[in-house]
């Protein structure tokens, strides 16, 4: 059932065109109207929101990083990202006007489980993104959009992740749309994008060959970094978790602005960091900040990988090593952007010979808090 392929991590990053294309059908009208009527949840309840929390764990929770940023833009609502293993402990101020969304793969993971109930319990409406049907988690929950990513057997999580990521953009367009707030009427050109992001995932995947030579040659590292801005912060965190699970690196994630208050003491000369780039159209600025912190890796002597949007002429000069990804919306790039970190991580990991669907320690589900 593997299809061919050497392990089920390549063949799910392999199948992600597929699995993005599947959570968005019959999700949107042809008018661009976003049809969420399954996740019963009325336009009123969705108007009565006054709060997000979104609530997770691991590569689920770096998919709620990049809702909050959209929600915010798209609905201007208060959103919050939690840890499932801190919420809970917080004594988070919810009410009946307070939406939490948890995002879980399995539908089982006992933490994300155990911050559902307590949501719950202090009436909070409770919005399930998940990828397994008839799981714990969506059960509980007062409403569930199912991700449809299909079985996923590796332990790394790779299209749930993607397909996460377009669930909460459908959630967060739905929101937008029928609170009718101020980018109510950006809803139809996104979903548009967001139509065409399974082709430009299927392009992104073609170009992955310099990526397996960059990944192979780099046997000798024992850590790396990883820094972004923006949605390319939740991207940095998903590339550096990715090495951890996978090749057993010290990778690290960070917001790119933080370097200097601590991390950019890290660097030495030859230290590799991925640095994710924001388009340099639409949000320049973030552009230009990226571009500074890259000249302040280089300074020290890093080694840069870049992944950066097509025609992106500024970058290319300043780092060792280019991957470049297709156009699209600042919002939807980590669709993107973090294939490349899947297909990097995972042939760290194959050029190390080690077990790519079976990382050592790990379980697909976590069943324990
Ligand atoms: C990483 C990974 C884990 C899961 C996390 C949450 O590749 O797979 O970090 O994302 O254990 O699992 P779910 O989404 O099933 O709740």
């Given at each position: ?63 709620g990083m990049v809702a909050k940023y959209a929600i915010e833009h798209w ?33 089982e993971t006992m933490d994300t489980l155990m911050a559902l109930r307590h ?130 690196m010290h990778a690290e994630g960070f917001a790119a602005g933080e370097l ?110």
């Amino acid at each position: 059932e593997k299809d061919g392929y050497e392990h089920f991590m390549l063949k799910e990053i392999a199948e992600q065109p597929r699995a993005v294309a599947d959570t968005l059908r019959g999700r949107f009208d042809t008018s661009g109207q976003i049809l969420l009527d399954e996740v019963r949840m009325s336009d009123q309840d969705f108007r009565d929101v006054d709060k997000v929390f979104i609530v997770a764990c691991g590569t689920s929770y770096h998919a709620g990083m990049v809702a909050k940023y959209a929600i915010e833009h798209w609905v201007r609502l208060p959103c919050e990202v939690e840890l499932a293993s801190e919420f809970r402990y917080r004594d988070p101020v919810l009410d009946r006007s307070t939406l939490v969304i948890v995002i879980s793969q399995s539908g089982e993971t006992m933490d994300t489980l155990m911050a559902l109930r307590h949501a719950r319990n202090q009436k909070a409406r409770v919005l399930a993104i998940s990828n397994t049907v008839g799981s714990t988690i969506p059960r509980e929950s007062d409403a569930v959009l199912y991700t449809r990513a299909g079985i996923e057997v590796a332990v790394a999580s790779t299209k749930a992740f993607l397909t996460q990521l377009a669930a909460c953009y459908l959630v967060g367009l739905h929101l937008a749309a029928v609170r009718g707030i101020k980018y109510a009427d950006e809803v139809g050109a996104v979903v548009a994008e967001l139509a065409a992001a399974p082709d430009k995932i299927a392009e992104v995947l073609a170009a992955m060959e310099p990526v397996r030579e960059l990944a192979r040659s780099m046997g000798t590292a024992d850590r790396a970094l990883f820094i972004g801005r923006h949605v390319g912060y939740p991207v940095a965190l998903e590339g550096a978790l990715k090495l951890k699970e996978l090749a057993y690196m010290h990778a690290e994630g960070f917001a790119a602005g933080e370097l200097k208050h601590g991390p950019i003491s890290l660097i030495e000369a030859g230290t590799p960091v991925v640095v994710v780039v924001p388009s340099p159209r639409g949000r320049s600025l973030l552009h230009d900040k990226v571009v500074s912190n890259i000249q302040e890796v280089k300074a020290r002597g890093a080694t840069v990988i870049a992944i950066a949007e097509e025609g992106d002429a500024v970058v290319a000069p300043h780092v060792d090593h280019t991957v470049f990804t297709p156009r699209v919306p600042t919002l939807l790039a980590p669709l993107l952007t973090a294939v490349p970190l899947q297909v990097f991580a995972c042939e760290l990991a194959a050029a190390k010979g080690l077990d790519i669907d079976q990382p050592r320690n790990l379980a697909k589900s976590v069943t324990v808090e």
